[in-house]
Nanobody, 123 residues
Framework: VQLQASGGGLVQAGGSLRLSCAASGFTFSRYVMGWFRQAPGKEREFVSAITLTGGSTSYADSVKGRVTCSRDNAKNTVYLQMYNLKPEDTAVYYC?????????????????WGQGTLVTVSS
C-alpha cells in the first residue's frame, strides 16, 4: 500500500495550492479518502474527507469555504484544492484511506497513511 502526497510548497497568504495523493496497492474506489494536517508542536487534525464516489465531502470548520476535496477513481488519486491560504494553514498535509465513512474526522478511523507534503504559507 502506498499513498504519495505531492503539491505542497511555499505560498504567500491569499494564494492557492492543489495537493494530490496518488494511491496504489489497494482498491482505491472502495475507500473513503481523507486529508489531515499537522503543524509543528500540534496534534494531527482533520481537514477533509470524501466518499467512495466523491458524491459527498466533509470539511473542518477551519477550512470550510476555502478548500475543495475531489477524487478521480480512474487515476486512483484524491485532490485537495486550497484557496485563500492563511499562515495558520502551514502544516504537513497527509492523505489517508478509511474503509468506512463513520468517524472520518478521527485519525483512528483510517487504515492507510501517506508520508505527507509540507505547505508553508508566508504572511
Amino acid at each position: 500500500v502506498q499513498l504519495q502526497a505531492s503539491g505542497g510548497g511555499l505560498v504567500q497568504a491569499g494564494g492557492s495550492l492543489r495537493l494530490s495523493c496518488a494511491a496504489s496497492g489497494f482498491t482505491f474506489s472502495r475507500y473513503v479518502m481523507g486529508w489531515f494536517r499537522q503543524a509543528p508542536g500540534k496534534e494531527r487534525e482533520f481537514v477533509s474527507a470524501i466518499t467512495l464516489t466523491g458524491g459527498s465531502t466533509s470539511y473542518a470548520d477551519s477550512v470550510k469555504g476555502r478548500v475543495t476535496c475531489s477524487r478521480d477513481n480512474a487515476k486512483n488519486t484524491v485532490y485537495l484544492q486550497m484557496y485563500n491560504l492563511k499562515p495558520e494553514d502551514t502544516a504537513v498535509y497527509y492523505c489517508a484511506a478509511a474503509s468506512t465513512w463513520s468517524r472520518t474526522a478521527n485519525v483512528a478511523a483510517y487504515d492507510f497513511w501517506g508520508q505527507g507534503t509540507l505547505v508553508t504559507v508566508s504572511s
